[in-house]
């Protein structure tokens, strides 16, 4: 099947809140987020669509008194399509937008014991700054990883 990386729209509200609740803490409820992200970074808000199905999204963003500095601040594959490819997809579509929007550096957080995303991330570049204990709450450690824009040369748009 294809893979097709495009923006967001309105009509993937309902596939892409339920791949955030597949991928999220037991009743977490994801619908003002994934709301509030489809206006805020209408841009560089992306889904994966194979088959018709969407299955995957990533979502980046400028930080808004550095405009130089963009973070990928989410990125989910649906669990029965992970380790085809799609997310190393997803990945270069996020870093692409957000270059050429005036990103010079990119930053992302990623748990601990999250080796696969660690491996896709390093593959493109991405090193770790940093270890934040509780960085999003007890039990929720993260490493903070950069990449920064030379490390970007030759990459392509893909949507």
């Not at 509200?13 to 209408?42: H, M, W, Y």
């Not at 995303?117 to 270890?131: I, M, N």
Request: proline content about 3%; charged content about 25%; hydrophobic content about 35%.
């Amino acid at each position: 099947m294809d893979l097709v990386i495009r923006q967001y729209c309105k009509e993937d509200f309902t596939s892409v809140c339920d791949l955030e609740r597949e991928n999220s803490p037991q009743g977490c409820k994801p619908e003002v987020f994934i709301r509030q992200a489809g206006v805020l970074f209408a841009d560089t808000f992306l889904v994966a669509e194979c088959g018709g199905e969407v299955i995957g999204y990533t979502i980046g963003a400028l930080v808004q008194q550095r405009p130089a500095t963009g973070w990928i601040i989410r990125l989910v594959v649906s669990g029965k399509h992970r380790r085809k490819g799609f997310g190393d997809s997803l990945v270069t579509a996020v870093i692409s937008g957000l270059l050429e929007r005036g990103a010079e550096e990119i930053y992302l957080s990623v748990a601990p014991g999250n080796r696969a995303a660690r491996a896709l991330y390093e593959k493109h570049g991405f090193q770790e700054t940093e270890f934040c204990p509780a960085y999003f709450g007890e039990g929720a450690d993260r490493y903070i990883l950069r990449r920064s824009i030379d490390d970007h040369k030759g990459l392509t748009r893909l949507y």
